[in-house]
């Protein structure tokens, strides 16, 4: 097999462009995305039903997986726009279930491989992933004929928002862009987000939980990934508000520019 286009100096990519580092930080941010909304939900569930009928929480306004989906998605999960709250509540749940989804095949991966680890899932092992779990009674009656692979199952709820969210035009496509571009922008020193707080990945990436990371090219090549991943070049997360991230690096000179 010749090397010639791959850029790994490590020797440890897979496929010479996924490399630990990378692999590592993609991971990291899969879990806290999947956390922060989870929590999140578990704050809007454990209200009392008149109280969170009267007070429904705006995910908007606090998720910024949130602006990773496109206008029309967004205006049916925002309480304010949409006509359905009902729907909107749905779609969100169904969008959140999708990395709960990635996160539950990173680990199957792990199982699946002796711990060696090999990709990161892609848009289509998502996509496809998504139509089973959705369709979940046939992929039961399937199973018991002859497959011994049972896929991990959904709740009945959790497969009716899947269902809303794939319905309104939800795709893999939109968590892998959240998950990929946070990476970039929280968890790597390209990102405008990297700073004390989020010295952990630093830890991690230096070998502290014991596993050992070489250093390699390829491990700041976010553009490569999201080749490789299926992704659009360009990612969507260039609509978050500036004003909705907490942590901004001041602007070195403020004066620059100015009239
Ligand atoms: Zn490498």
Redesign the pocket.
Known sequence: MTASTST??????FEGWL?PRMRERLEYSTDLRYGLAKSLLDTQDGLPADVSRSLPIDYAEIDIAYYYLPQELREKITSSSSTDAALGDAIYRGYIAVFKVIKDMVAESYEDSNDTPSSFPTVWDVDKRLAELRSEAAAKDAATSADAHPPATLSAKTREHLAAYLDNGGTAEYALDCIVDRAREELSPLGKLYDADQRYIDAVLDGEDGEERPE?P?DLDFALVRVRLGLPLETRGVEVPEDEVDVREPVSDEEQGAD
């Open positions: 790994c100096t490590c020797g440890k990519c490399s390699c390829n």
